[in-house]
T-cell receptor
Framework: KAGVTQTPRYLIKTRGQQVTLSCSPI?????VSWYQQTPGQGLQFLFE???????NKGNFPGRFSGRQFSNSRSEMNVSTLELGDSALYLC?????????????FGAGSRLTVL | QKEVEQDPGPLSVPEGAIVSLNCTYS??????FMWYRQYSRKGPELLMY????GNKEDGRFTAQVDKSSKYISLFIRDSQPSDSATYLC???????????????FGQGTRLTINP
């Protein structure tokens, strides 16, 4: 069974640009979550989609947005990039194990903003 | 104050040692507790999860939850160099409708097992 696939793995942008990251969840998983990971803040929740609907959103500015397609693939977009947006962006698809929401993460997209 | 506190380390121990990793939390609504392991340049992978208080063992790994103290632990017995990674605790408030709740993560503890 293929895991969670994220593209691109690495990218470099400059301040003010925008970026789109892509995530393909595990086949059959309908929920996709996005997290930002930085050395200072750790893993922080961005948003979660289920059946093309955003069900949960973290405390990030409106420059961060996302969407999910009918095939459960998801994209997130960051506009007007700032230096502080440099981070590892992780996508996870989820399944339920005995009531627990088990996240399976992709390898991440490492964004560097110059 | 963060909802989940975890000492970032780094923690360095000799091979074969027993490792204890810990998290404290402030939200008494948390009921699901998880430990993830993250190798360099990889995404986190689930090691174990527990529901409410108690212990759970899986091979060399034991997870403990003490809800009265709002304290969770992960013990690694007979530690191996391949256990060198960052360990993240994560929690969620209540039984999940698929995908409806976010996980709250600790900052992660970087662990090195020296041969």
């Amino acid at each position: 069974k293929a895991g969670v696939t994220q593209t691109p793995r690495y990218l470099i942008k400059t301040r003010g640009q925008q970026v789109t990251l892509s995530c393909s969840p595990i086949s059959g998983h309908r929920s996709v979550s996005w997290y930002q990971q930085t050395p200072g803040q750790g893993l922080q929740f961005l948003f979660e989609y289920f059946s093309e609907t955003q069900r949960n959103k973290g405390n990030f500015p409106g420059r961060f947005s996302g969407r999910q397609f009918s095939n459960s693939r998801s994209e997130m977009n960051v506009s007007t990039l700032e230096l502080g947006d440099s981070a590892l962006y992780l996508c996870a698809s989820s399944s339920i194990h005995s009531g627990a929401n088990v996240l399976t993460f992709g390898a991440g997209s490492r964004l560097t903003v110059l | 104050q963060k909802e989940v506190e975890q000492d970032p380390g780094p923690l360095s121990v000799p091979e074969g040692a027993i490792v204890s990793l810990n998290c404290t939390y402030s939200n008494s609504a948390f009921q699901y507790f998880m430990w993830y392991r993250q190798y360099s340049r990889k995404g986190p992978e689930l090691l174990m999860y527990t529901y409410s208080s108690g212990n759970k063992e899986d091979g060399r790994f034991t997870a403990q939850v003490d809800k009265s103290s709002k304290y969770i632990s992960l013990f690694i017995r007979d530690s191996q160099p391949s256990d060198s990674a960052t360990y993240l605790c994560a929690m969620s408030p209540h039984q999940i409708i698929q995908g409806a709740q976010k996980l709250v993560f600790g900052q992660g503890t970087r662990l090195t097992i020296n041969p």
